[in-house]
């Protein structure tokens, strides 16, 4: 499980990428082949940023996959085994006494069920890559090789292969034959971006609302005094305009 607190980041494709590359370069180093599942989350998992990504993966020569389905649920009629894990945490959430940081939160997730115990890591921002950098290496298709205009969002499985500059798709699982769709290769020497060499997104983090502050400062009474200089140091709006909170002073 990846996790980031909200002044790190967002919670948009440029996030769902950089964990996926963070699983994939620390856990799939030696694997032929990596079958993804996702929800149909248009914005998060099935969208050109990702497409980029998954091609740039299949095709780095620092990892050795050469194939990646990438799979997605039919909305409304299936779930994912994942959706069961996070009941395991939100059931012990309500048995916890208070959470007042962000590590307490992690060690909840670790220690959600008895065996089998989940791997969380806590992304920062300098886990946090800009995966939309390797759009411009790529030029968008119109269409398929049936000549049919690309829609994302009627596909339910694309694959992409080391062999073939592009990926092959059905629009639903009982398909037994595949279209493909062709991808050009549109980088040039100035501006190929890699894997190895994305930069960060929010080098200076993700500040929060001054609202969202206002109110975590006037709750920060009921947090332990061990705990509540990590809530008056998040980064806001209006971070050079306000006074330290009186507790701290």
Same mark, same amino acid.
């Given at each position: 499980m990846f996790c980031w607190v909200e002044g790190a980041a967002k919670r948009g494709s440029i996030e *769902?990428?950089?964990?996926?590359?963070?699983?994939?370069?620390?856990?799939?180093?030696?694997? !032929?082949?990596?079958?993804?599942?996702?929800?149909?989350?248009?914005? /998060?998992t099935r969208?050109?940023?990702?497409?980029?990504?998954l091609l740039s993966i299949v095709n780095d020569d620092s990892l050795q996959l050469k194939k990646i389905p990438h799979r997605f649920m039919w909305s409304g009629h299936s779930y994912l085994p994942n959706d069961c894990d996070f009941s395991h945490i939100k059931k012990?959430?309500?048995?916890? &006494?208070?959470?007042?940081?962000? /590590?307490?939160?992690? +060690?909840?997730m670790k220690s959600a069920r008895k065996s089998k115990l989940y791997h969380v890591y806590q992304m920062e921002k300098e886990d946090i890559l800009d995966i939309s950098k390797l759009t411009g290496n790529y030029s968008k298709p119109k269409k398929d090789s049936r000549d049919q205009t690309v829609k994302l969002l009627?596909?339910?499985?694309?694959?992409?292969?080391?062999v073939f500059s592009g990926y092959h798709y059905r629009r639903s699982f009982f398909d037994s034959e595949v279209t493909t769709v062709e991808i050009q290769d549109s980088r040039q020497r100035s501006s190929n971006c890699t894997i190895t060499s994305l $930069? *960060?997104? =929010?080098?200076?983090?993700?500040?929060?609302?001054?609202?969202?502050? /206002?109110? %975590? /400062?006037? %709750?920060?009474? =009921?947090? $332990? $005094? &061990? !705990?509540? +200089?990590?809530?008056?140091? %998040?980064?806001?709006?209006a971070s050079n305009n306000d006074p330290v909170h009186p507790d701290l002073q």
């Open positions: *769902m990428g950089s964990c996926l590359l963070k699983f994939i370069q620390q856990n799939c180093s030696t694997w !032929d082949e990596l079958v993804l599942w996702s929800d149909s989350c248009g914005g /998060q969208n050109w940023n990702i497409m980029c990504l012990r959430k309500k048995a916890a &006494v208070a959470i007042t940081s962000p /590590q307490q939160y992690i +060690h909840l009627q596909m339910h499985e694309m694959i992409y292969e080391r $930069p *960060m997104v =929010y080098p200076d983090g993700v500040p929060i609302t001054h609202k969202k502050y /206002q109110d %975590l /400062q006037e %709750l920060i009474k =009921y947090v $332990p $005094p &061990v !705990d509540q +200089h990590w809530f008056v140091s %998040l980064k806001h709006d």
